[in-house]
């Protein structure tokens, strides 16, 4: 399979790049959690509307890049950059002036 097992994210590092790669999703998950939170408990900050697809649009990125570290079948690899390209086209959409 042309994905599968090649390239520079194939052999023993792989395991420490999904590591990672799990750390900084981790980590975006719980800045949208916080900053969800904050925005509903002090009426302050941005409302999601503002942040949820510039982070979504990075968060299927690294979806993305995992699917890749992982070896995953191209399908969600694809998924993962499509989900991006939605999310950053709905951001650009919103904030285009008229």
């Known amino acids: 399979h042309l994905l599968q097992g090649h390239g520079p994210l194939a052999g023993a590092g792989t ?16 800045e949208m ?10 009426g302050r900050g941005l409302a999601p509307a503002a942040w949820v697809p510039n982070l979504l649009a990075g968060l299927s990125l690294m979806l993305a890049l995992r699917a890749l570290a992982a070896d995953a079948s191209w399908p969600w690899i694809v ?3 499509m989900g991006s390209a939605l999310a950053h086209a709905i951001d650009l959409r919103r904030r285009w002036p008229g």
């Open 33 to 42: 959690l916080a900053l969800w939170g904050f925005h509903r408990i002090t």
């Open 79 to 81: 998924a993962g950059l």
């Open 15 to 30: 395991g420490l790049i999904l590591l990672l790669i799990d750390a900084v999703i981790g980590f975006t998950l719980l």
